[in-house]
């Protein structure tokens, strides 16, 4: 781990280059685009809900969370209940994280070809499926092919999300933007994991969690599809 951190450092500090002259660049070049004057909690209310595009991406970074949380936090558990032992348990739910890791090489480019909105709507929905197909499963095979799914549904959304905050906010804002849609999307993590345990505690069980991520996957998709502007990629 060591190793991993010093060489990321080194490569940052020789090999990444700075990216705010081509922001000033590209800004200069837009017909009649002009950078927010707001700052502090101005911006972030801004970059909130400023326009309806980055409110339909911020509510689904948000949202999305939702599932790394049941993922990590109830799957474990509830495989291993219906009969699964913990080797197993923690290969079918490895499955679900390398399927999004190198998912994420081809639907990241993909997006710039075939847009944002239906990768995102349709990984969102993919993801909420894969949820409620692990509920409905007591068998390994077909978990396996429903965490696999779900991996593919966050391999189309995640990657995407990013990419579509940075093209519905001026250049120079584009940092300050990204950072308020990463605070959303991180902040989902607790969002999801205190609404799980109140379920669990309130319904006496996990399994209701499942479908509490399954319609929120699926309406934040929805939301999406329906207010995220389809723009042109560059």
């Given amino acids: 781990g060591s190793t991993v951190i010093l060489v990321a450092l080194a490569l940052a500090i020789w090999s990444a280059r700075d990216t705010l002259p081509w922001a000033h660049a590209q800004q200069k070049s837009k017909p009649g685009g002009k950078p927010s004057p707001l700052s502090g909690f101005g911006f972030f209310l801004h970059a909130t809900w400023g326009n309806r595009s980055l409110l339909a991406v911020n509510q689904a970074g948000l949202v999305e969370k939702f599932t790394d949380a049941i993922i990590w936090l109830f799957v474990p558990i509830l495989l291993v ?83 579509a905050v940075a093209d519905h906010c001026e250049p120079v804002e584009r940092a300050g933007v990204l950072g308020v849609y990463r605070f959303w999307r991180d902040f989902g993590y607790a969002v999801g994991a205190l609404a799980l345990g109140l379920i669990a505690s309130l319904t006496g069980g996990i399994e209701a969690g499942f479908w509490f991520v399954g319609i929120a996957m699926l309406l934040s998709g929805l939301w999406v599809a329906i207010g995220l502007e389809s723009r042109a990629s560059h």
Wanted: hydrophobic letters at 55%; charged letters at 5%; one cysteine or more.
């Fill in 81 to 163: 209940a219906r009969g699964a032992d913990l080797v197993t348990a923690g290969f079918l739910v490895g499955i679900y994280g390398v399927v999004w890791g190198a998912g994420q090489l081809i639907t990241g480019p993909a997006s710039d070809r075939l847009g944002r909105r239906g990768l995102i709507a349709w990984g969102m929905w993919l993801c909420g499926a894969g949820i409620v197909a692990v509920v409905l499963s007591h068998s390994a095979w077909v978990w396996g092919l429903a965490l696999a799914i779900t991996g593919v549904g966050m391999a189309m959304l995640y990657p995407t999300l990013g990419a």
